[in-house]
């Protein structure tokens, strides 16, 4: 289950990746607008601000985001990226922070790129620290939990759109977060979902009390009481042709 507000923690981190891919996609007057695990649709709203004009559409598979994105007036369905289609008249898919969770990259963005119109823009962010000590301290505790990631590298993404205008790339935010275990804070919002659906009520309390010192030594916490927490993510735009 998503927590809607364990993940708007930190909303400032996590929505600067959003504004940076949306500001690689050139399209001027859009007839339709999705925005493709919209979560509580903070960020779809931004779309609406940014084409006014365009019909925008969210959906997300959780229901809870989706309660939280109406509560926000943004028109939310329940709909699930491995299954969905764009229509004809989507002129930009924006899909942030989402396809992580679904296997099979280069079937999924095959379908959706051929389902667009020429002049289309699709544009994707994912996480790629699944290679992080964040991540790696994780998989060391519960390896039965591990799952293999769909992400794949820049280069592979821009390879599977190659026939279309393609930029591609990645950055490593270094993130100064603050509070006392602000990485494990940070992934209980997340990456730790999986872990928490899987364990009890005892089993997860002991899970966090071994993960949190691990965590502490690998994300040390400054003399000011800040700790950097390094995160890469990689983003791609497709201009359709
Ligand atoms: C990290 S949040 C990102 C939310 C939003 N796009 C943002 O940038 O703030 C990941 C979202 O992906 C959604 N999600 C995960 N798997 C999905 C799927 N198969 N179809 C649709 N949404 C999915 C989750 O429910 C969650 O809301």
Redesign the pocket.
């Known amino acids: 289950m998503?927590d809607p507000g364990k993940?708007l923690a930190f909303?400032d981190h996590?929505?600067r990746?959003?504004y940076e891919l949306i500001a690689r996609v050139g399209a001027t007057s859009p007839r339709r607008v999705v925005?493709?695990?919209?979560?509580?649709g903070?960020?779809t709203s931004a779309l609406s601000l940014r084409w006014p004009s365009a019909v925008v559409e969210a959906?997300?598979?959780?229901p809870?985001?989706v309660s939280a994105a109406v509560a926000a007036g943004v028109p939310a369905v329940v709909?699930?990226?491995?299954t969905?289609q764009p229509k004809p008249d989507t002129d930009v898919l924006?899909?942030?922070?989402?396809l992580q969770?679904?296997p099979s990259h280069p079937a999924l963005l095959a379908s959706w790129a051929s389902a667009l119109s020429p002049g289309a823009w699709l544009a994707m962010?994912v996480p790629g620290n699944f290679d992080g000590q964040s991540h790696a301290l994780v998989r060391s505790l519960v390896p039965e939990l591990a799952r293999d990631s769909p992400v794949l590298s820049p280069v592979e993404y821009a390879d599977l759109l190659s026939s279309h205008e393609v930029d591609a790339w990645e950055t490593t935010y270094v993130q100064r977060l603050s509070g006392p275990d602000p990485v494990l804070e940070w992934i209980k919002?997340?990456a730790l979902r999986p872990v928490r659906a899987a364990l009890d009520d005892a089993e997860w309390k002991d899970f966090l009390g071994a993960l949190a010192p691990l965590l502490r030594e690998a994300y040390p916490m400054r003399p000011d009481g800040t700790t950097w927490f390094p995160f890469r993510r990689i983003f791609v735009v497709a201009h359709i042709r």
């Not at 925005?35 to 509580?40: F, K, L, Q, V």
């Not at 924006?94 to 989402?98: E, H, K, L, P």
């Open positions: 998503w993940y909303a996590r929505s990746p959003f925005d493709a695990g919209c979560g509580p903070h960020l959906f997300d598979s959780s809870e985001m709909d699930d990226v491995t969905w924006v899909t942030n922070a989402v969770w679904v962010q919002g997340t």
